[in-house]
């Protein structure tokens, strides 16, 4: 890995580590100055405090290998493993990513960075996600009366940050039992 790479990671790490433990709107500043760079350094690397934004939450899937996941979960068997499986590798990726997408969800309405940022990611979720469905659409697996885009739409939120922040921290859930409960509620709602 070249230097330059290498140190971009560093600093999105860096960023990745404040934003969790004080909010999305930790100066670039501070950034800087937890990976001992000047500001005007990561304005070189990231353009702005948007670009740096949307590489770090693209950073999250690299760390937490979510894409990487997802392809091994699409190697599963039939639809409703491959679905379970699927469901499986982005609920374990909630609580890694929950600290830095809690305020990006919280600042979307007023900081258009972290808006970007937020559907930067959201939509690619989203496009997986329609991948998923047309694959169990092909074999037939899906409930009567779903539509791909409708089917897609559902699993989407179903599953969301939002949802799973709802039940765990809103009440009280164990993250085993927020995630089985959602599992099981997707498949008994969109599988036949």
């Known amino acids: 890995m070249k230097r330059s790479e290498r140190t971009r990671q560093e600093i999105l790490d860096a960023a990745w580590d404040l934003i969790a433990e004080r909010g999305a ?11 001992g760079m000047t500001r005007q350094s990561i304005y070189v ?25 997802f392809a091994r979960a699409m190697d599963v068997g039939p639809p409703r493993q491959r679905l379970d499986a699927c469901l499986v590798a982005w609920l374990a ?11 990006l969800i919280r600042l979307r309405a007023t900081d258009e960075d972290a808006a970007r940022a937020w559907t930067d990611r959201m939509a690619e ?9 047309r694959e169990l659409h092909k074999e037939n697996a899906l409930a009567e009366g779903w539509t791909v885009p409708r089917a897609a739409d559902f699993l989407w939120a179903s599953c969301s940050v939002q949802a799973w922040d709802l039940l765990v921290h809103d009440r009280g859930w164990s993250e ?12 008994r709602t969109l599988l036949r």
Do not use: Q, Y
């Open 125 to 133: 979720l989203l496009r997986f996600f329609r991948k998923l469905i």
């Open 45 to 69: 690397h990231f353009g702005s405090r948007g670009g740096l934004l949307i590489a770090l939450v693209r950073r999250a899937d690299e760390r937490f290998l979510i894409w990487e996941n």
């Open 93 to 103: 990726f909630v609580p890694k990513i929950h600290p830095v997408a809690r305020d």
């Open 176 to 187: 085993a039992h927020a995630a089985k409960v959602i599992r099981s509620t997707i498949a």
């Open 25 to 35: 709107s930790v100066s670039m500043s501070e950034i800087a100055g937890a990976v």
